[in-house]
């Protein structure tokens, strides 16, 4: 994986995050950095799911097409902080 992939997982991430926290139900209480992380976090997860277990998509890169798979795993990403640590920061 060269520099050039490692940007577009990076923006491919921030755009799922982007995406998951505008799908999700409810306000997020996070910014912009924690959404990119989560959301590159999702991306890598979406990227597991769809060419390791369910072997669609393209194996060797993130790219476009890797776009709604990342929104998925980012959805799930995102699912699982908020049971774990959203109901603790909402309440300090």
Do not use: H, W
Request: glycine share 16%.
């Amino acid at each position: 994986m060269d520099i050039g992939e490692i940007l577009v997982a990076i923006v491919i991430g921030l755009i799922a995050g982007l995406l998951a926290r505008a799908i999700m139900p409810g306000k997020q209480a996070m910014g912009l950095l924690m959404t990119a992380v989560l959301g590159i976090v999702g991306a890598f997860v979406g990227f597991l799911i769809f060419t390791e277990l369910l072997n669609i998509g393209d194996e060797d890169k993130f790219d476009a097409g890797s776009l709604p798979g990342a929104v998925i795993g980012a959805l799930l990403v995102l699912f699982v902080y908020e049971r774990l640590v959203g109901g603790r920061q909402a309440r300090v």
